[in-house]
């Protein structure tokens, strides 16, 4: 049923083979992608559009359905903000197991880990291909060994101790196998109020 499929971030496919979606923003990487909410469950849309959305921004997309890392994502899509208040994302707490089975990618979660070690990346900013630096813990909970990323310097996070348990939030973001056994993971941390 179309409906439940929308629900699921399947969306309603049209005759061109582009299926149209509509979620909450939960965090942007501007010219790349975007990941949008729709109750529990997230979804990773690919965009080159050029277009300034926050979390919360409500958003229509279409696109075309495809595989990224055997994990469903919407390719070359377009986006449209829609007028009205912002929605608020609660992020979803969730089992160690299930993410080891590749379920909740693209989905805003949040997990207890300890803090193992930190590092910053991407410090180049003269010159092309300049960027901004990144916040990079490295974190693990149970058996599952991930990071945390945040765009940006951040004093607060650098200042974390190692060996401190965190709360974190953030975009799951899971590299499964063919078998659909995660191999790696990370978080995307919309802010260091999510940690």
């Not at 969306?11 to 949008?36: C, M, N, W």
């Not at 909410?37 to 080159?48: C, E, P, R």
């Not at 590092?119 to 900013?125: I, P």
């Not at 060996?163 to 799951?172: A, M, P, R, Y």
């Amino acid at each position: 049923d179309a409906r439940r499929d929308r629900r699921h971030g399947r969306g309603k496919p049209s005759a061109s083979g582009r299926i149209h979606v509509r979620g909450t923003v939960t965090y942007q990487r501007p010219g790349e992608d975007l990941f949008l909410q729709d109750g529990k469950v997230g979804l990773q849309v690919q965009s080159m559009q050029k277009i300034s959305l926050a979390p919360g921004d409500v958003v229509e997309a279409v696109g075309f359905p495809g595989m990224q890392n055997f994990l469903p994502v919407l390719e070359d899509a377009v986006l449209k903000k829609i007028d009205g208040p912002q929605s608020n994302v609660l992020p979803t707490s969730v089992l160690v197991a299930d993410l080891t089975n590749g379920l909740n990618n693209a989905s805003f979660i949040t997990l207890e880990a300890k803090l193992l070690d930190r590092l910053t990346r991407g410090v180049k900013s003269w010159g092309p291909g300049a960027n901004n630096p990144k916040i990079v813990l490295v974190l693990q909970t149970s058996n599952l060994l991930f990071t945390a990323e945040k765009e940006g310097e951040d004093s607060f996070l650098t200042s974390i101790p190692v060996g401190s348990t965190l709360e974190v939030n953030g975009v799951c973001l899971l590299q499964s196998a063919e078998d659909g056994k995660t191999k790696s993971m990370q978080l995307l941390l919309p802010s260091s109020r999510d940690v």
